[in-house]
């Protein structure tokens, strides 16, 4: 296994459209060690949810290199898969499912196994206080517990490394920070790496390493102390 977790060098993405062409990530470097909570911190339009998209291998790059635990981002991404827990910056919870009912969709989709999605299943809503909530349908449940049921369901398959985007965009003051708590434990507990997009600053100061990303590139990058 790679040294490092999570790797961009010279990382590019440029869309073509009618209007020309439009460079949303621009020779982007960055390494983050296994353990490390990396924050990506940007306005918006800076380029933040393409960087993690690329990274993990949802979109195409246009130059460059990126690599999760030494898998590469375009030719691994089955591996990367197996190995990676991700938060969409929408919400991609079937609304007409029940908490429950989510948990074991997402199980049966990174191909858990039924005897060990009845010990972990349990165990991931005690952690993010849903253990009382497992019959009531994901679309009517808070913003804040929306976000705490997708990193649940995004650790049924015990990845290495969690990539957020946005993942307290529009949650309220009280429920961002218990998501935060519940970041913290999880990397304390269990030596994950954690990857997360934010246009808060507040939150770069959880964080172990962070950069700052405007128009496409990283004009800095540090621990929240040096920046």
Known sequence: MSELAITAYGLSKT????????????????????????????????????????????????????????FDSMADTYEIRERVGYIAQ???????????????????????????????????????????????????????????????????????????DEPTLGVDPVSRREFWNLL???RAEKGLTIFVCTPYMDEAERCTQIGLIYGGKLIANGTPAQI
């Open 90 to 164: 929408q919400n991609v919870l079937p609304a007409d499912l029940t908490v429950m009912e989510n948990m074991r969709f997402f199980a049966s989709v990174q191909c858990v196994d039924p005897a060990e999605q009845k010990k972990r299943i349990p165990e991931l809503l005690a952690f993010a206080g849903l253990g009382n909530f497992t019959n009531r349908l994901a679309g009517r449940l808070s913003g804040g517990m929306k976000k705490k049921l997708a990193l649940a369901c995004s650790l049924i398959h015990e990845p290495n490394v969690v990539m957020l």
């Open 184 to 186: 913290g434990d999880l």
């Open 15 to 70: 869309f073509e459209g009618r209007r020309g062409s439009v460079t949303a990530v621009s020779d982007l470097s960055l390494e983050v060690k296994p353990g490390e909570t990396y924050g990506l911190i940007g306005p918006d339009g800076a380029g933040k949810s393409t960087a993690i998209r690329v990274i993990l291998g949802l979109l195409t790059r246009t130059a460059g290199e990126s690599s999760i635990l030494g």
